[in-house]
């Protein structure tokens, strides 16, 4: 039997013919679950953070994330990147180049890793540069520093899993995310109820449960990676192989990066100018630390879905059926529309008991959790669009287009309106930064994925020839 016969009954053939509805669900259901199992690990620890210690241990998380974000950063270059190199090369038929982008995968998140756990020298400065106060630093350090011996597991698991759902096995794929989340669920209450560990003991259940969910993931591509072999030969370090998949990785990557630099910046702004608020700096903080990981759970949808289309979209772009293509994006723009507007509608109507799950804290920081959250999710409801879209590209091997999209709203607009904004309206204007950047980078969306739906309409009729006579 050939390596390509081989790859067909591994069931890639399927996504250039089963029915285009089952298939983004097939795919798009697990990697959604994976989304929110990610934003569980984060949104379990502030919720026990809120209830068991308070607004000043929200805070230490809050200043903690860029790392955890810098992290799935280089997960999703090498995963996203490998995965989408990995079905171009099964939808052009050529299994052994797949092999290649697998084993370099593989070695990219490896190496990166290690990389980003070096880190650990410079703990104190970046938690600082990350928008720390001197009142945040006892609990923020402690929490940063044992988390961060996580970091290599957590970029294995996350990155592997996008491998693992590109070789046609999204349910396992979620189920490395599981794993780890529910050890996470679990253990948080025990370390800091039971055994009284405090902030230590919630950073210690996450550590734990993403070394559960790397080991899960090694099983996988070890003993059940179906569609190609992955030879020992594969993982040797091939920098044409890491270039390509990089450039295809590189949109989720810096998207990823720019949530990064719009953490710290927004971090910095809400210390500086809360500092001559009613709030103050600490609660400003606290407050933005959970509604980013309130926005993470529905960011889990929109991304699921986009990277469920992920081996759809490069499949069939890859053998040339531009028409599944455009139809595959057609509908997952509709699902998520779907849903980014049922979720604005909770989150403008029902703020309060949204928030109320993290414990009961100040009347000062509901006050301003429940404004901040109104104001900066006005354009909620067409948020779906920009990720999608930027996702859309980089699966059709447009590394150019999807690095460009990716950066739209994060860094070419919510950054600046985060530095200006404030300095006429105050800390109102870190708010407001929000809904004008998600217009405009909703826009610019829709206007290059329409130009890029006309490009495929006209190679579909260059491949049909021309009519007969």
Known sequence: M?????????GASVLGTGDINRLIWKFAVPAIISGLVNAAYNIVDQIFIGQGIGEIGMAATNVAFPLVTISAALALLFG???AANFNLSMGRGEPEQASRYAGGALFGMVASSLVVAAAMVFLRPLLFAFGATEAIMPYAEPYTFITNIGIPFMIFSFGASNL?????????SMFVMLSGAVFNVVFDPIFLFVFGMGIEGIALATTLGQVLSAMVALRYMLRRFKTVPIRREHLRPNWDIIRRIAALGAASCFNQLAMTVVQIVKSNTLRHYGGFSVYGSEIPLAAVGVISKILAVYMSFVLGVAQGCQPIFSYNYGAKNYARVKETYKRALLYTSVFSVAAYLVFQLFPGQVLGIFGKQSALFFEFAVRYMRIFMLALFINNTQPLTSNFFTSIGKAQMGFWMSLTRQILLLVPLLLILPRFLGIEGAMWAGPISDVIAAALAIVF????????????GRLAGPPNN
């Open 449 to 460: 994925v329409a130009r890029e739906m006309r490009s495929m309409t006209k190679l579909e």
């Open 80 to 82: 996203v990147g490998g």
């Open 164 to 172: 693992i759902r590109a070789d046609g096995s999204p349910n396992y």
């Open 2 to 10: 050939s390596e390509t016969t081989a790859a067909k009954r591994g």
